[in-house]
T-cell receptor, first 115, second 114 residues
Framework: AQKITQTQPGMFVQEKEAVTLDCTYD???????LFWYKQPSSGEMIFLIY??????QNATEGRYSLNFQKARKSANLVISASQLGDSAMYFC????????????FGTGTRLLVSP | EPEVTQTPSHQVTQMGQEVILRCVPI?????FYWYRQILGQKVEFLVS????????KSEIFDDQFSVERPDGSNFTLKIRSTKLEDSAMYFC????????????FGSGTRLTVV
């Protein structure tokens, strides 16, 4: 069975600094996708970045990058130049590319950016 | 940019009442999902729907739950007799096809059972 582990319940970072949010996963499938979502206090799920298991390069989207280490089964999110608006809950999720592709989520990390 | 629309954004209902949560997925998407997030907890898969039938469901999705796509655009989640523990945020999501990474969530319906 798929499993996502986020070991950091909360993280603090100062504005303009970089921060890494950890995510490890467990799957027996060779083909899968990894997602990061941001959930602000308003509750919606905002897609940030995606990494496919066969992608050779780490995904990047603006200030977000995904440090994908396949052998270690980790997919850490790096946010560069943190902004106050980055304060939110962050969820790592995995989708196996078989079946009907439900997402399995981690427990989330609450990020607080201070001035 | 296309989006998944959920209504209502917040619903309060009495225990034992039936509720219907509504979603309009992105028009050319083929796979539809409902997820649940109890306050402060992680997001959990409830059910997936493809080709007008349930393709997969979790243990949470018991006989009290049902889904429908009645008219080719709406996708609904019905809870037949709500319990206090059904209080949660319910997210609808849709995706275009297997293998595509596009997976779009709606903004959620916050259900409060009193």
């Amino acid at each position: 069975a798929q499993k996502i582990t986020q070991t950091q319940p909360g993280m603090f970072v100062q504005e303009k600094e970089a921060v890494t949010l950890d995510c490890t996963y467990d799957t027996s499938d060779q083909s899968y996708g990894l997602f990061w979502y941001k959930q602000p206090s308003s509750g919606e799920m905002i897609f940030l970045i995606y990494q496919g298991s066969y992608d050779e390069q780490n995904a990047t989207e603006g200030r977000y990058s995904l440090n994908f280490q396949k052998a270690r089964k980790s997919a850490n999110l790096v946010i560069s130049a943190s902004q106050l608006g980055d304060s939110a809950m962050y969820f790592c999720a995995m989708r196996e590319n078989t079946g009907f592709q439900k997402l399995v989520f981690g427990t989330g990390t609450r990020l607080l950016v201070s001035p | 940019e296309p989006e998944v629309t959920q209504t209502p954004s917040h619903q309060v209902t009495q225990m034992g009442q039936e509720v219907i949560l509504r979603c309009v997925p992105i028009s050319n998407h083929l796979y539809f999902y409902w997820y649940r997030q109890i306050l402060g907890q992680k997001v959990e898969f409830l059910v997936s729907f493809y080709n007008n039938e349930i393709s997969e469901k979790s243990e949470i999705f018991d006989d009290q739950f049902s889904v429908e796509r009645p008219d080719g655009s709406n996708f609904t989640l019905k809870i037949r007799s709500t319990k206090l523990e059904d209080s949660a945020m319910y997210f609808c999501a849709s995706s275009l096809s297997q293998g595509a990474f596009g997976y779009t969530f709606g903004s959620g319906t916050r259900l409060t059972v009193v």
